[in-house]
């Protein structure tokens, strides 16, 4: 694979400032379409198309690529930019810690602003006569509800602690130890991806005693843990460590 141009590389870290991912139209500079679909046949980043418009998404290969590379050269006018990458780079080696951990997990997006009841108009509609209610149905004899209550989201120490209480039954009660996302993800099977996935958020985010880490190794990876990774921004973690 050829190294990405300076334009192409900046495009890159366009995308990566916003998380990984971004309608074209929003992307300053304007990306041009070679540099679009160099990066793309690169492997770099992965283009959907949106209405009239595209939208681009860093793929596993750019984060790996930048993450690699964040000394490579910016068009002359971005100098700045690439003299706080260099900076960011020392950071990072410093610290151990990898970019996607820098960049941090996407925003949730905010809830929207709850609509004021609307004013009952003046004039009254006729009321309209209430329907017959109907008997309540008959209970047969040794016949159970076929419902189950609704199963509460547990609130975030109470996750992050079921979390830690399903990492110490597969370790055995050890710590410091290596454990995979696949198979904590199956310990927490009453629990919704989501919710899972929340509770990994907050770890990666500052959690003091917890971290996640990648599996390096392109061949020790199995189908399990591809589809059990937890990918915030693009780059895959596949493993959980906490810390006594």
Do not use: N
């Not at 750019?62 to 990458?85: I, S, Y």
């Not at 329907?131 to 509800?145: H, I, L, S």
């Not at 830690?164 to 370790?171: G, K």
């Amino acid at each position: 694979m050829s190294a990405p141009t300076p334009a192409q590389t900046l495009i890159l870290w366009c995308l990566l400032a916003r998380h990984g991912r971004a309608p074209q139209g929003e992307v300053v500079p304007a990306v041009k379409k070679a540099d679009r679909e160099a990066l793309a046949a690169a492997g770099l980043i992965a283009v959907e198309k949106s209405g009239r418009s595209f939208v681009l998404s860093v793929t596993d290969r750019g984060w790996h690529w930048a993450g690699d590379h964040l000394d490579a050269a910016l068009p002359p006018a971005f100098r700045v930019m690439q003299d706080w990458l260099a900076r960011l780079g020392g950071h990072l080696g410093q610290s151990g810690r990898t970019l996607a951990d820098f960049i941090g997990a996407p925003p949730e997006p905010a809830e929207p602003p709850e609509t004021a009841p609307k004013k009952a108009s003046a004039k009254k509609a006729p009321a309209k006569k209430a329907p017959a209610k109907k008997a309540p149905a008959k209970k047969v004899a040794g016949e159970k509800a076929t419902r189950s209550p609704a199963t509460k989201k547990p609130g975030a120490a109470a996750l992050r602690a079921r979390i830690e209480e399903a990492y110490l039954a597969l370790t055995g009660g050890a710590r410091a130890r290596a454990v995979r996302l696949s198979d904590v993800r199956a310990q927490l099977a009453e629990l919704d991806r989501a919710t899972v996935d929340a509770g990994l958020a907050r770890i990666l985010k500052g959690d003091k005693t917890a971290r996640l880490s990648q599996l390096s190794d392109p061949k020790a990876l199995t189908a399990a843990d591809r589809e059990a990774a937890y990918s915030p921004a693009g780059e895959p973690f596949h493993l959980l460590w906490i810390q006594a």
